[in-house]
């Protein structure tokens, strides 16, 4: 399924947590970040996210982490949140474009275990 713009008519609010949850697993992959930071630039613009990912450097930076410092659980973690959120929100076209960015790098009986954990919440 290719991938798609956010819907407007989401919340702010549910579009940053989404942006975030995307850096956070971005930036924590060892392996596979550059396709959810494209895949975050085909949902919210390539400005949004570039502007996004160096806010993220930069606190990370002053947080004393070294980029990705959640490794891969972080990040495994916050796809789940990602692909919740986007299911959440009626994104289902975008949510199945991160699960299979997400089934790419993980099993699938782990991300669904992940998501499972994540709708626990």
Request: hydrophobic residues 45%; contains cysteine; glycine residues 10%.
């Amino acid at each position: 399924m290719p991938m798609m713009t956010i819907s407007p008519s989401m919340p702010a609010i549910a579009k940053g947590q989404i942006l975030e949850a995307l850096l956070c697993a971005s930036f924590g992959l060892h392996s596979g970040g550059k396709a959810v930071l494209d895949f975050a630039k085909a949902l919210f613009g390539n400005v949004t996210v570039s502007n996004a990912a160096e806010d993220r450097k930069e606190d990370e930076k002053l947080a004393g982490m070294a980029n990705g410092a959640w490794g891969e659980d972080g990040a495994h973690c916050a796809l789940a949140r990602a692909y919740c959120l986007l299911v959440e929100h009626g994104e289902d076209g975008n949510a199945d474009c991160l699960k299979t960015i997400a089934l790419g790098r993980f099993l699938k009986k782990d991300f669904e275990a992940k998501v499972k954990v994540v709708q626990d919440w």
